[in-house]
Structures are given as structure tokens and as C-alpha cells.
């Protein structure tokens, strides 16, 4: 059974870097063409695509926010992390991270999400 | 980038109608498409990738089509559970979300 689960703060202050852990089972980011990847959603808006790293420490990066993001994995832990630097309330959204497990960037398999609130 | 844009944005529909959503790409990626459903507090779920290929355990009332810039996805028989909101995606060059269509009982 695949499962993955965000962590981290669900309150950060403006400038703040946000730092959240997605623990995942079931598979390995060790196995050829696995990757795991960030979305985010602000309330009522659409999906939208932060970066994803791969089995072989391949990074991808949205290119409107690549300077501010940061995506590492912990093979050993079965974690993967995202940092994202200088919080901005319109940063405020639900973060999920899921599975990319064809090797070519859709998910089959998603966490449950975290809200992040971003607020002074 | 590439940006994918849905339409209708909302769409209200019956039980037992037959639902198509648009979405299109504002240049060509192949078949790089995929479709999820959400609904409302809940994760997405992957529906169909490669444009047209069902994911398993997905039912059959679902499919899509298209390639290119123009892509369907079509819910043969609207059943209670498929009210939700549906997002495209394009794999082709990094990744992007279209605006999400939702689907509302008539």
C-alpha cells in the first residue's frame, strides 16, 4: 500500500522560509523512475506545480518560483523535503506531495495535503 | 511556459448525463495530458495519463481524447459521485495545472 504524508508548520510569518517533509511507504525513491513531487493549492484555486525530484537526484523546478525553492530526498527515510524561502501571504495554500511513478511527471498517488498560513 | 486553459469553467449536469471538458494547450505537447478529479478537503485523483489511458481502478464512464493543443475528457453516464472539480495537466514541458472545471448537480 502507497501512502505519503506532509509535514511541517501550519502557521509561518511573512519572509520566513517554510520547510516541509513529505514521508512516504509503499515504494522507494531508490527504484528507476520514481519520483515524488510538490503542488500546492491556495483556497479555492487551482492546482499548481512547485518542483519534483527523481530516483536518480534528478530536481525540477517551477520556473517561476525556482529561485525560492529547494527540494532534497532522504532515500534511507523515505522522506523528501521542500524549502521555500521568503514566505508571502499569497503563499498561503494547501501543500500536497505525491507520487510521479512513470517517470514522466503526472501522480498516481497523493498525500492528504497541509494548510500553510502565511500571517504576521 | 505552457499554459492549459479549461473550459466551461463550471458546468451544471444531471445524473445520467453524458459530460465532455475541454482543454486546450497554448502550444502542442503530444499526448502529454493527464486528467484528476477532486473533491472538495480531499487530494486529487489521477483519472487518465498519455492523454487517454484509463488509470486503474478508474471506471469506464471516463475517458479522453486528443493530442496536440486540444484535449476531452468525457464522462459517458454522470453518476452522484463525479460532482467534483477537474484539473488537466501537461507533462511536456515542466508541469502545468489548467484552471479546473467543476461539475455541479442540475
Known amino acids: 500500500q502507497i501512502t505519503l504524508k506532509e509535514s511541517g508548520p501550519t502557521l509561518v510569518k511573512p519572509t520566513q522560509t517554510l520547510t516541509l517533509t513529505c514521508t512516504f511507504s509503499?515504494?522507494?525513491?531508490?527504484?528507476?523512475?520514481?519520483?515524488v513531487g510538490w503542488i500546492r493549492q491556495p483556497p479555492g484555486k487551482a492546482l499548481e506545480w512547485l518542483a519534483l525530484?527523481?530516483?536518480?537526484?534528478?530536481?525540477r523546478y517551477s520556473p517561476s518560483l525556482k529561485s525560492r525553492l529547494t527540494i532534497t530526498k532522504d532515500t534511507s527515510k523515505n522522506q523528501v523535503v521542500l524549502t521555500m524561502t521568503n514566505m508571502d501571504p499569497v503563499d498561503t495554500a494547501t501543500y500536497y506531495c505525491?507520487?510521479?511513478?512513470?517517470?514522466?511527471?503526472?501522480?498516481?498517488?497523493w498525500g492528504q495535503g497541509t494548510l500553510v498560513t502565511v500571517s504576521s | 511556459d505552457i499554459q492549459l486553459t479549461q473550459s466551461p469553467s463550471f458546468l451544471s449536469a444531471s445524473v445520467g448525463d453524458r459530460v465532455t471538458i475541454t482543454c486546450r494547450a497554448s502550444q502542442g505537447i503530444s499526448s502529454y495530458l493527464a486528467w484528476y478529479q477532486q473533491k472538495p478537503g480531499k487530494a486529487p485523483k489521477l483519472l487518465i495519463y498519455?492523454?487517454?489511458t484509463l488509470q486503474s481502478g478508474v471506471p469506464s464512464r471516463f475517458s479522453g481524447s486528443g493530442s496536440g493543443t486540444e484535449f476531452t475528457l468525457t464522462i459517458s453516464s454522470l453518476q452522484p459521485e463525479d460532482f467534483a472539480t477537474y484539473y488537466c495537466?501537461?507533462?511536456?514541458?515542466?508541469?502545468?495545472f489548467g484552471g479546473g472545471t467543476k461539475v455541479e448537480i442540475k
Open positions: 498519455a492523454a487517454s
Open positions: 505525491a507520487r510521479d511513478g512513470y517517470d514522466v511527471g503526472f501522480f498516481d498517488y
Open positions: 525530484i527523481y530516483w536518480d537526484d534528478d530536481k
Open positions: 509503499g515504494f522507494s525513491l531508490s527504484t528507476s523512475g520514481v519520483g
Open positions: 495537466q501537461q507533462l511536456n514541458s515542466y508541469l502545468t
